[in-house]
């Protein structure tokens, strides 16, 4: 019985066709944007330098955040604090109204209500100083990535214009930020309650214990 065999051709290039090939690689590795940033001096220079202050950028941002992450943890701290000391408080300032005599209690009300406004606006402003801590490095952080965006951004044109980049050419970002000051400036108010809503919160809650140690102690 005969058999059949599958015949495959296999074509090997000439010494002229492999030439070719080979002197249409090395051109267009000739040509390629990073072979022409390694040949000059300035624009391989400018590359280092952009890779190296990209790379503090992005220490710089991964330092705010977790700067961020501590004022947070410290101001969350503060506000378990705050409402740890008001219900202890107003939980002696009951047992006290019922062991007192009742007269002597109310008369002298003020006394424990003094105290628990003094210590929770203490409390108040440490949250307050934190809250402004925060919002100060969430700015700064902003600007570094915008900042850290835009240096990406001259980064890529620079390896993909190679040679033909221009060497006096920065990043800007001051443009983005000039069209958002005027929306800044319009919501200014609204931003800073919504910044500020811990506090107001706190402030809101203190006005209520204030005379609530009057209706505790004299009710």
């Known amino acids: 019985m005969a058999e059949s065999r599958d015949t495959h051709v296999v074509e090997i290039p ?17 040509h390629h944007p990073l072979t022409e940033i390694s040949e000059s001096p300035g624009h391989l220079l400018l ?3 952009w890779q190296r202050e ?8 991964a330092a705010l955040e977790s700067r961020m992450d501590r004022i947070k943890g410290e101001a969350f701290q503060l506000c378990c604090l705050f409402f740890a000391f008001h219900g202890i408080f107003l939980t002696l300032l009951f047992a006290a109204s019922v062991v007192e005599h009742e007269r002597r ?4 009300w003020w006394v424990p209500s003094s105290l628990s406004l003094a210590t929770s606006l203490v409390l108040v402003c440490a949250v307050q100083m934190g809250i402004c801590r925060y919002w100060k490095v969430e700015r700064r952080l902003q600007r570094e990535r915008g900042e850290g965006r835009a240096l990406a951004r ?3 044109e620079l390896r993909m214009k190679g ?21 800044e400036i319009k919501w200014r108010p609204l931003r800073w309650c919504s910044e500020n809503l811990i506090t107001m919160a706190l402030l809101g ?8 140690c009057k209706f505790i102690l004299c009710g």
């Open 14 to 30: 000439t010494d002229g066709e492999s030439s070719n090939f080979a002197s249409s690689a090395f051109a267009a590795i000739a």
């Open 47 to 49: 590359l280092k330098l």
């Open 54 to 61: 990209e790379d503090l950028h992005g220490r710089r941002t």
């Open 105 to 108: 209690a109310c008369k002298n």
């Open 154 to 156: 001259c980064i890529m």
């Open 163 to 183: 040679a033909s980049f221009d060497l006096s050419k920065e990043p800007q970002v001051a443009t983005k930020r000039m069209k958002s000051s005027s929306v």
């Open 205 to 212: 809650f203190t006005g209520l214990v204030f005379p609530a």
